[in-house]
């Protein structure tokens, strides 16, 4: 789902961990004391969520909330820009949740920040996506349960690239040309994000290559990953690329808009998108970026986490059981009826009827076979030593054999800090 719309703020990206924040006090400014459970004694639990785009989202979840009768579960819906900061900092406090929906992160797990759910997850753990299940698990344990997974691919508007005589890419050499077709004057043929940082992942994988290999170490520094970083660069100053947009990838506005041809944004937009352009668009997976590589999605997602830290452990445990594991009739509302997303529950997914035709259909298709999830190693300054690549070789045109040689010595710090 998308959060909201601010064009300084990346949906995926900043929305991640940095960890070794200060505390910065509470936030009992954000959100609202409401969603407590209908008429339930004893327990108070503390949920946080961060500010979702679609409409009806808040209001879904406090329903969620409120017809669990063995909790008084509050909502905190954060509308600031900077939700991880504020949540990281509140999780140093007296104040901190005992529950909140974040992404895996192996900081979260070995700082003993996150509560191990093995136990609830365990029963029905053949119904989850495995990719979900490897994501969230260290040394054997279950830490979070996905609620939602997002697919995020390019979409492109059909009557433009029939205009323009144009096939739908499946490289990125194709899309670099597609890209230069279907500039006008009043239209990108392309837009990625103000920051190019959307794509960062699936350029990886699109070359062939992954963050990390089986055992920890580098695995994303490759002759395919420097040729794609030459591309972008070159694509990055072609003048075919939306740059300073109104809003961020994860928002469709300028696709809506017709301020381009292809957007690179998430499934949560489908219906959106639907509204404004009726059957005038598609969908295609980020292409392969040398002949070695292939097609790549990335998925993102949202889980829900226990605070280890919290008086209620046990008490919040039952709670994300009952409505992340037992509750389907809420865990397909959540996923469909608010933008589309995956559920990760494979039975869900099957069943789930709004996803069953169309490009939503297509969105899932590409999901299975594409599909890459979040590697629960690579953590936040790793992410952010990759972005330095992108912001150093493909805007500042850097080489980018030198651009990587910077990133291999955050990572690998990183790496001996976490792993030895």
Request: proline share 4%; hydrophobic share 40%.
């Given at each position: 789902m998308s959060a909201l719309s601010?064009?300084?703020?990346?949906?995926?990206?900043?929305?991640?961990?940095?960890?070794?924040?200060?505390?910065?006090?509470?936030?009992?400014?954000?959100?609202?004391?409401?969603?407590?459970?209908?008429g339930a004694s004893g327990v108070n639990l503390t949920q946080y969520f961060h500010a979702y785009g679609e409409q009806g989202t808040e209001q879904a979840i406090k329903r969620y909330a409120k017809a669990y009768d063995k909790a008084n579960v509050t909502t905190q819906w954060i509308t600031s820009a900077d939700f991880e900061s504020k949540l990281f900092a509140t999780l140093l406090t007296d104040k901190a949740p005992d529950l909140f929906e974040f992404?895996?992160?192996?900081?979260?797990?070995?700082?003993?920040?996150?509560?191990?759910?093995?136990?609830?997850v365990e029963p029905v753990k053949s119904d989850f996506n495995p990719a979900d299940i490897t994501s969230h698990t260290v040394d054997g344990k279950i830490y979070g349960v996905r609620m939602i997974d997002d697919p995020q691919f390019f979409f492109y508007r059909k009557s433009m690239l029939e205009q323009a005589?144009?096939?739908?890419?499946?490289?990125?050499?194709?899309?670099?040309?597609?890209?230069?077709?279907?500039?006008?004057?009043?239209?990108?043929?392309?837009?990625?994000?103000?920051?190019?940082?959307?794509?960062?992942d699936t350029l990886i994988w699109s070359a062939g290559a992954q963050?990390?290999?089986?055992?920890?170490?580098?695995?994303?520094?490759?002759d395919g990953v420097i040729e794609g970083l030459?591309?972008?660069?070159?694509?990055?100053?072609s003048?075919?690329?939306?740059?300073?947009?109104?809003?961020?990838?994860?928002?469709?506005?300028?696709?809506?808009?017709?301020?381009?041809?292809?957007?690179?944004?998430g499934m949560w937009a489908m219906p959106a998108i639907q509204e404004a352009l009726g059957d005038d668009w598609g969908v295609f997976p980020f292409p392969k970026t040398v002949d070695s590589g292939k097609q790549s999605v990335y998925n993102g997602g949202w889980s829900m986490f226990v605070n280890a830290k919290s008086k209620n452990v046990d008490a919040a445990k039952e709670y994300v059981k009952w409505l992340w594991i037992d509750q389907k009739k809420y865990q397909e509302d959540w996923a469909t009826s608010y933008g589309f997303?995956?559920?990760?529950?494979?039975?869900?997914?099957?069943?789930?009827?709004?996803?069953?035709?169309?490009?939503?259909a297509e969105g899932v298709r590409l999901f299975n076979e594409f599909g890459h999830f979040d590697n629960i190693g690579w953590t936040q300054a790793m992410r952010t030593a990759?972005?330095?690549?992108?912001?150093?070789?493909?805007?500042?045109?850097?080489?980018?054999?030198?651009?990587?040689?910077?990133?291999?010595?955050?990572?690998?710090?990183?790496?001996?800090?976490?792993?030895g």
């Open positions: 601010n064009s300084t703020w990346d949906r995926r990206n900043v929305l991640r961990a940095a960890m070794g924040l200060a505390a910065a006090g509470g936030l009992a400014a954000c959100g609202g004391n409401n969603g407590r459970g209908g992404h895996p992160q192996i900081q979260l797990v070995r700082s003993g920040q996150v509560a191990d759910v093995t136990d609830i005589k144009v096939e739908v890419p499946t490289t990125l050499d194709e899309l670099m040309e597609a890209a230069a077709k279907l500039t006008t004057g009043k239209v990108k043929g392309l837009y990625m994000g103000n920051d190019l940082h959307s794509v960062n963050h990390l290999d089986a055992k920890n170490e580098i695995a994303y520094h490759t030459k591309k972008m660069r070159k694509l990055f100053t003048g075919d690329l939306l740059l300073g947009a109104p809003t961020e990838s994860w928002d469709p506005s300028s696709f809506t808009q017709g301020l381009c041809a292809i957007q690179f944004c997303h995956i559920p990760p529950r494979t039975s869900l997914a099957q069943s789930a009827t709004k996803l069953k035709s169309g490009n939503a990759f972005e330095d690549v992108f912001a150093n070789s493909v805007r500042k045109n850097m080489d980018p054999e030198a651009a990587l040689d910077k990133c291999d010595t955050v990572v690998n710090r990183e790496l001996k800090k976490l792993f």
